[in-house]
Every structure is written in C-alpha cells, then in structure tokens.
C-alpha cells in the first residue's frame, strides 16, 4: 500500500511533532509582528516535539518568506522572512521543520487567473462549501495552475535549499469539466461512466510524481532525504504510496472523523508502511477553530491511542496571525507531550502483538473520508474485537496472512477461487478462519473447509437466531438479527453455536404484526453459526449487524466463537467493555501491555463525541501468554511490583487504576551465570 521510494537515509519518523497551521487572510496586516525566535525556539523545547510542520504556502495562496514572487503575503510585517524565522528557530531547538504548501487550495491563483479554477457540469466554478459558508476554489491540476505550483515549489526550493522534508496538503482527485480536462480524458484515451474520476487519478499521480521528484532531489539539513507526504489522499487505497516517504493518518476526533477513523486507518496503515504517525489537534472541533482549546483529557487520550499502536503523534495547531501563540497553547501540548515523552521512552523498541487478521474489501473511490472510514462490518469488528483485548489488523484480501493465527472474512469479500485457496492453506497450517455471512458457492469447498451443504429453502428477510446456551453463555432466546440468515445442513461433526428461528411471515404493507418486525414463530434444525474443524461460520453477517445495531447478544455470540478459534490468545481481559488494551513484545520477550480508560460521549446537540475525564477502573482481570514464568511485573508509570500467578502458559494478574492510562511491564527470568536463582515473587500453579 504505502512503500517509500526514497534512496539513502531517511529521517527517523517523528515522535511528538507540530502541524502549525498559518492560513492568514490577505487582508490580515503586520502578520509576524510579534514573532520572536527565541521565544519560538523555546516553545518548541518546552513541548518537547522533535518536528515542527511549518507554512510556506497556505489555502490562500500566499507565501511567507521573503521572495520577489506576487503571491508574498502582503501583510508580512516590513521585510520580514517570517518561515526562515521559524526554521533557523525550530534547528536552535534541535527539531526538523518540514514545509506545508496548499495543493489544491489557492485563492490567489483563482482571482489571479479564474480559468485555472476547476469546473463543474454547468461551468460554474467548484468551491468547497463549509458550515460558515462558501469555501475555497478548488483548482484545476489540469490548466497551468500546474506548472504555477511547480514554479512555487522552485521557488521555495531556492530559499531552502536544506529543507527537511515536505507536506502537500489538499491533494484529492478533483475532476473538471473545463477544456483542458477533456483533453486530458482524450490523451488518456478513456471511456465511460468512470473516465473523468480515472482521469482525475491518474492526473493526481501525474503531479504527485512531479512534485516529489523535485523536492527529493535535495538532501535535508542534517543530510538525510527528504520527508514528502501528499494529505488528503486515502489512506486505504493502495495506489498512492510510492509517492509519499511515510504516512500522516489525520483524524482529528471532534473534527468530524469521530473515534473510530484513527484506531481503524492506522490498523490499515502499519502492516503495510509502519513509518506512520497519527494527528489529532488542540482545537474543540476541527482545523479553523482556533479560539477554542481541547480537553487535556481528551488530548491525552487521543495521543496515547497513537502511542499504544506504535504510531508517532501529530498535534495540530495553529499559529496567530501575529507569530506568537498563547502560553494556554503551549501549556495544553506540552503537558500532554511530557506524559507521551516519558511513554514512548517505556514503549521503545516493543512492536504490537498481533493475533487476528480482518479481511475487508479494497476500496475505490475518491473521496478520503467515504473510502478510509469503517463500513458497519468494520466498525463491528473493530468494537467486538477491541473489547477483548486481542490484537488484530485490517487488510486487504491478498495481504500476506502468515503471521496471523485467525483470519476473520467479512461479509462484503468475494470468496473468489483465489481467496477460497488461501484460505484452505490457512486452516491447512492449523490456523483458524471465521467467515462471516459466508457460504462458499464451490459446494466441495463448503462440505470440506465450513462443513455445510447449502439448502435451497426460502428464508426471510429479518430472521432470529436462538443462541446454544452451553457453548455461548447466552440465554434460550431469539434474539432479532435483523438480517437473512443463509440455509445450509450441518455435517455430523461441526459444533453448532446457534440456530435459525424463523418469523411467522415477513412483513409487507398487507401482512404486519406489531409495530416494528414479525416475531419469531418456528424453530428450525439450521445452524446460525457453526464450527467444523479449523472454521466457523456464521451463516449471517454478524459483524455488520452488530456494526449496523449494536445489539450485545451479536457481540456475544461473536466472541464466544474467537474464543472457539482462538482460545489461547496473547491477552484475556476482564474489564468494563470501554477498555483499550494493546500488546507490544520486544526483541528480549519482554512484554508490554497499554491500558486506557476514557469514555467518548455526545454532549451537545452537535454529533461529535468528547471526552472530560478519564475512567477509573477497579480489580481489571488481566492474562497475558507467556512461554515461561516471568520475572517480574510492574504497572507504570507508578512503578508498583503486581503479584502474579502462573497457570498453563498464562500470567494472571490484577490491576487498578485512575489516571485513565497505566502500562504493565512483563519482564522475562534473568538467569544469572553463578547461581540458580531467579528473580520475581510469582506462584505457579
């Protein structure tokens, strides 16, 4: 998906970094009055960042260093070179500054030149519109707004000849229905409904490869490459990646990406390019929203979420048009960034546990929110599977699967010949696999692999299914699934964890009963959910319902069947069903477990979520997979020596805490060379 094509030493992806935004009206005067580089340089040491992102070129379109070119912002107080300021600022304080220039973006250009404006159907220009109104001109990449950028980019290149990296924000497909466009579509010889959208692809690629290659040419200040990241580009499309020298997934929650885009592109991201780092922002809501401050709580949270996934953390900001920030700023990310510096240092040189593997579709499309955020069976997975503790990742169907020991298929792959094939080696190797909402169309392949025979009879369209109580733990109920359940008899040896229950009818303008469904009626010998050999099989799609429902029972019945297939994973929690955990090992087999404790809640009549306070958690039940009796172990960052057990490969623990993020560190048995003893106070059982 994303693979770096950059030569020779790249730089370190950054831990703690800043995205200090600068879109500064023109009609804004003595920008950079108040800016002092001493006081930057110390701020940037007070937040303890190592990156700083700083603005040669915003939305507006204008510059903001000293150059001969137009586009100069025309506020920038007397001859002031107000990025040259900031980076030989940011370098005093040991800390990289990549460079932002605005894709897409550029109000100078669109009054200066409107033919370069991208177009819709009926000719009129496109803007983004947003909550406050009409937005900013979108530009057409296929006018002479092109070679306008790249000149730009010269520009800034001659100015800084040692810059460290870059960051293309505003790079989406845009199509247009201007002159230069159908021509483009024409040279690339393409027809059809999909022409303009494949056109406006390849058209992004087209600069996307210019621009790199332009910046890259260059070496950064301390001799490495250059960073380059193109922003607003899926995340989950695997045709972009060359371009880019590591990945920056933006996801500021209260923004409009919500809580689950971040923990669910990153585990996207990081089996296919683990240089990656997450950006949240200080801002209540999103980018703009400058006269507003994050929740300390919430920013932590959002931040260690990033930690605990092993990516590096993105705060962004947003700089007064006067060049100095507010000391509550300052004070609001450096406090968070004193408690992730002191995390990451624990964290380092541990990489996540991973046990399960989610198969999803690779997605099309262009737009960035539409392609990257989670689908109901996603988002099922991603709350059934959080809850447990267990580490998994997103990938698509031909991603390597030999690391994981269950490879879950959801509802929306196509069980192609090719997949079915690989499939059968993962459960050929011992491995396990869960199909969800599946019944492979080669009958040989469901007898032999799901141990099913598919059954012409009619179903319904909102069945129940009747949970097998002593296998589930659930109740002799039939629970709504508000879904088909697929037909099929059961071979002689599968393990059935639930059955179809029928309705009495299905509903329609003539036949109801009751307010909402048909209730259940007649209980039938179809299995719902059944295990045979290496696979189970729900025969509706459970992650989707849950995704779409939220019904506990779905979620349940989901896990009981993970721990049918998995049942000795590398983490068993006991805990309320909010509890983010994640696994990291290092090289010595030490094991590190993040803990965090934070409740995202609505509290407004806006639908973004937030979160005040962290969420005390009493006696949590933890265990961890371990080939041998550990030494010791000890929750941080209170450096307090837990008690432990050891049974059957498993350490067994308790834990309290209320900070809203505690870690647990499992070290190994230290075998001295002089003596038979070990250290640790453990009972083994």
């Known amino acids: 998906m994303h693979h770096s094509p950059q030569p020779g030493a790249l730089p370190a992806v950054p831990r703690r970094a800043v995205h200090l935004d600068f879109h500064t009206s023109p009609l804004i005067p003595d920008v950079g009055r108040a800016f002092d580089t001493e006081e930057f340089a110390a701020r940037l040491r007070l937040m303890r960042v190592d990156s700083v992102t700083l603005f040669a070129k915003c939305h507006h379109g204008h510059l903001y260093y000293e150059t001969d070119r ?10 002031s070179d107000l990025l040259r300021s900031q980076v030989e600022a940011a370098r ?111 058209l992004s690629h087209d600069y996307m490869r210019r621009l790199r290659d332009q910046v890259s040419a260059g070496r950064a200040h301390d001799g ?90 993105s705060i962004g900001d947003s700089l007064p048009a006067s060049g100095r920030s507010h000391p509550a700023v300052t004070d609001l990310i450096a406090d968070t960034f004193a408690y992730v510096e002191s995390v990451q240092s624990v964290s380092s040189g541990f990489t996540r546990v991973v046990d399960i593997a989610v198969l999803r579709v690779r997605p099309s499309g262009t737009d960035v929110h539409v392609v990257d955020s989670p689908g109901a069976g996603e988002l099922g997975a991603l ?42 080696a993962v459960a050929g190797s011992g491995r396990r696999v869960l199909l969800s909402g599946h019944l492979a169309a080669d009958g040989g392949w469901a007898a032999e692999i799901q141990g099913l025979t598919a059954s012409p009879e009619p179903h319904f369209s909102q069945e129940f ?49 009751g307010h909402e469904y048909t209730p259940a009626g007649r209980a039938t010998a179809y299995p719902a959910a059944v295990a045979y050999r290496q696979t189970l099989t729900f025969l509706f799609p459970v992650f989707e319902a849950y995704g779409r429902m939220g019904i506990p029972e779905l979620a349940a019945l989901a896990r009981s069947g993970i721990d049918l297939l998995l049942p000795t994973p590398s983490v068993r929690l006991t805990g309320p069903s909010h509890l983010d955990a994640s696994l990291l090992r290092s090289a010595d087999d030490s094991l590190l477990l993040h803990l965090l404790s934070y409740l995202p809640a609505r509290r407004s009549q806006s639908p973004a979520e937030t979160v005040s306070d962290p969420v005390p958690v009493e006696r949590c039940q933890i265990e961890l997979r371990i080939a041998s009796p550990p030494g010791t172990i000890v929750q941080l960052p209170e450096d307090r020596e837990l008690a432990f057990t050891y049974v059957e490969g498993y350490v067994r623990f308790e834990l309290s805490f209320s900070s809203g993020h505690t870690m647990v560190l499992v070290r190994p048995r230290r075998r001295p060379e002089t003596t038979g003893a070990v250290d640790g106070d453990c009972v083994i059982e």
């Not at 137009?70 to 001859?79: D, S």
């Open 224 to 313: 490495a490459a250059r960073s380059v990241f193109f922003n607003s580009r899926p995340r989950l499309r695997d045709d972009d990646g060359v371009f880019d020298t590591h990945d920056e997934i933006e996801a500021l929650p209260t923004g409009g990406w919500g809580y689950t885009y971040a923990p669910y592109v990153a585990r996207n991201v990081l089996p296919v390019q683990p240089r990656a780092l997450g950006m949240t922002g200080r801002f209540f809501g999103s980018w703009g929203d400058s006269g507003s401050l994050h929740p300390a709580a919430a920013l932590r949270y959002e931040a260690l979420q990033m930690v605990a996934l092993g990516l590096g953390v």
């Open 70 to 79: 137009p586009e100069r912002h025309p506020g920038l107080a007397g001859a």
């Open 465 to 513: 299914i009747r949970p097998v109580t002593g296998r589930t733990g659930l109740p002799d109920f039939d629970f709504a699934v508000h879904e088909t359940v697929l037909r099929a008899h059961a071979a002689a040896e599968t393990v059935e964890l639930a059955h179809v229950t029928e309705p009495y009818f299905d509903r329609s303008p003539d036949r109801f009963s």
């Open 383 to 424: 709350r059934i599977l959080g809850a447990s503790g267990v580490g998994f990742d997103f990938v698509a169907p031909d991603h390597d699967l030999s690391r994981y020991d269950v490879v879950v298929v959801l509802a929306d792959v196509p069980l192609d010949p090719s997949l079915l094939e690989r499939l059968a």
């Open 92 to 202: 005093s304080a040991g800390v990289r500054s990549p460079l932002y220039l605005s894709v897409l973006f550029d109000e100078f250009a669109a009054a200066a030149r409107p033919e370069w404006v991208a177009v819709d159907e009926s000719g009129a220009p496109v803007r983004v519109e947003t909550d406050a109104g009409p937005g900013w001109h979108v530009m057409d990449m296929s006018s002479g707004y092109a070679d306008h950028l790249a000149a730009q980019l010269s520009d800034v290149l001659d100015h800084f000849d040692d810059a460290d990296g870059f960051f293309f924000d505003i790079c989406f497909d845009q199509i247009s229905f201007s002159s230069t466009f159908n021509r483009l579509i024409e040279r690339h010889d393409v027809a059809g409904p999909e022409a303009r959208s494949g056109a406006a692809r390849a």
